[in-house]
């Protein structure tokens, strides 16, 4: 097994938790970013599609979902960065005995602020659990297990996964869901019940291509200060939404291709959010061989490709929904890791960029967090 190296945090540092098909790596910098140190390989050989930071209550607690071919998916947690985990004996996430097998753990999105010890994972095959107790047991969201919709949802290349998790902080009850292929679900009641929110968002695939449900979303980023403001990454197509999601609004207008997966929006500034457009379901790679990072500053109206520091050519690389994210300085750090293992970073709005690793494994999700 290789050697696991830890990292040593202190309050205000800036983390980024970087989940590979190989294990979980924390990297970490001070304020200013300028230098990141690497801890890590945590579960090593384990596809970690899912961690989270929690600062809530005073915690300083990394979640991290790891999934053994042999032994499934476990919910996992350090209180110290890394140097003790606290993997539990019997799985925590777990369907009822006699439905179903879980077969991975997509999402770990915390609750609000007020409520500490709420906390969310997203899962396939597509269903919601929800953990009152801090993560020591988990119950399935009966509300959407039990939708008459759910027979109908097809998988998508993934697989039948509920992958986002959109927890509305200005509404208690407020939740938003993405399911590939069942498309966007809302809950204002807490999940007691739930219905689609999929006007105006493409399924080309279908004979209907605006039908209720059924539209394979990618990834959806809401504005922290401004909940209503949701930004949606689609199997084809690009989206805003200015009523939480009660309806969205086409706004591909100048980026090479609307295909993609991943969705990021800026901390402080909801005109702001980035994308890295791939060139087609079929070819799942960046266009024309060139990395490119492309933003927005107007909500959608227009969208500027961020290259410096980026290889600009033979750089056939892919980005998964999850494997974007930024943190939350003023002039945010904004952080991407491809297919191929290479992590890469701004901390200048996406203006310009850095390597901070070029062998991980293949990286499927990361995460920005200030410790």
């Known amino acids: 097994m290789p050697t696991t190296q830890n990292v040593q945090v202190r309050r205000g540092d800036v983390l980024v938790l970087v989940g590979t098909m190989k294990g979980l790596f924390v990297f970490r910098s001070g304020p200013d970013r300028a230098r990141f140190e690497r801890g890590g390989p945590y579960f090593p050989g384990h596809a970690v599609y899912a961690a989270a930071y929690d600062r809530r209550g005073d915690r300083q607690r990394i979640w991290a979902a790891a999934t053994s071919m042999h032994w499934g998916a476990l919910l996992n947690h350090t209180d110290d960065f890394g140097a003790t985990w606290t993997t539990p004996e019997v799985p925590t996430v777990r369907f009822p005995e006699g439905t179903k097998a879980l077969q991975n753990i997509w999402q770990i999105a915390p609750g609000r602020a007020e409520e500490?010890?709420?906390?969310?994972?997203?899962?396939?095959?597509?269903?919601?659990?929800?953990?009152?107790?801090?993560?020591?047991?988990?119950?399935?969201?009966?509300g959407l297990w039990q939708?008459?919709?759910?027979?109908?949802?097809?998988p998508g290349g993934g697989g039948l996964c509920l992958h986002?998790?959109?927890?509305?902080?200005?509404?208690?009850?407020?939740?938003?869901?993405?399911i590939s292929t069942g498309g966007v679900y809302r809950t204002d009641d807490g999940g007691r019940t739930w219905t689609a929110r999929n006007k105006g968002v493409r399924a080309q695939f279908l004979p209907d291509p605006y039908p209720e449900f059924g539209q394979c979303v990618h990834k959806i980023a809401r504005h922290p200060s401004r909940p209503d403001r949701l930004y949606l990454q689609n199997h084809w197509g690009?989206?805003?939404s200015d009523d939480g999601g009660d309806s969205w609004q086409d706004i591909a207008h100048g980026v090479p291709s609307d295909f993609g997966f991943c969705m990021a929006?800026?901390?402080?500034?909801?005109?702001?959010?980035?994308?890295?457009?791939?060139?087609?379901?079929?070819?799942?790679?960046?266009?024309?061989?060139?990395?490119?990072?492309?933003?927005?500053?107007?909500?959608?109206?227009?969208?500027?490709?961020?290259s410096e520091g980026l290889p600009q050519r033979?750089?056939?690389?892919?980005?998964?929904?999850?494997?974007?994210?930024?943190?939350?300085?003023?002039r945010a750090g904004i952080y991407f890791g491809t297919r191929s293992g290479k992590l890469f970073a701004s901390r200048d709005d996406g203006e310009s960029w850095t390597a901070l690793a070029q062998g991980l494994p293949p990286i499927v999700s990361v995460r920005a967090a200030r410790a």
């Not at 939708?147 to 097809?154: F, I, S």
């Not at 890295?276 to 500027?304: A, H, I, M, N």
Request: aromatic share 8%; with cysteine.
């Open 238 to 240: 690009l989206y805003r």
């Open 265 to 306: 929006v800026h901390p402080h500034d909801s005109e702001t959010a980035y994308i890295v457009p791939l060139e087609s379901d079929g070819f799942r790679c960046t266009p024309e061989g060139k990395l490119r990072v492309y933003r927005t500053r107007d909500g959608g109206g227009s969208w500027q490709p961020l």
């Open 164 to 178: 986002t998790v959109v927890v509305d902080p200005a509404r208690k009850g407020g939740i938003t869901v993405a």
């Open 116 to 142: 500490p010890d709420v906390l969310y994972c997203g899962v396939e095959p597509a269903a919601l659990f929800e953990s009152r107790d801090n993560g020591k047991s988990f119950a399935l969201v009966e």
């Open 147 to 154: 939708h008459p919709h759910r027979e109908k949802w097809q």
């Open 314 to 330: 033979d750089a056939f690389e892919t980005v998964v929904r999850d494997a974007m994210g930024t943190d939350q300085e003023q």
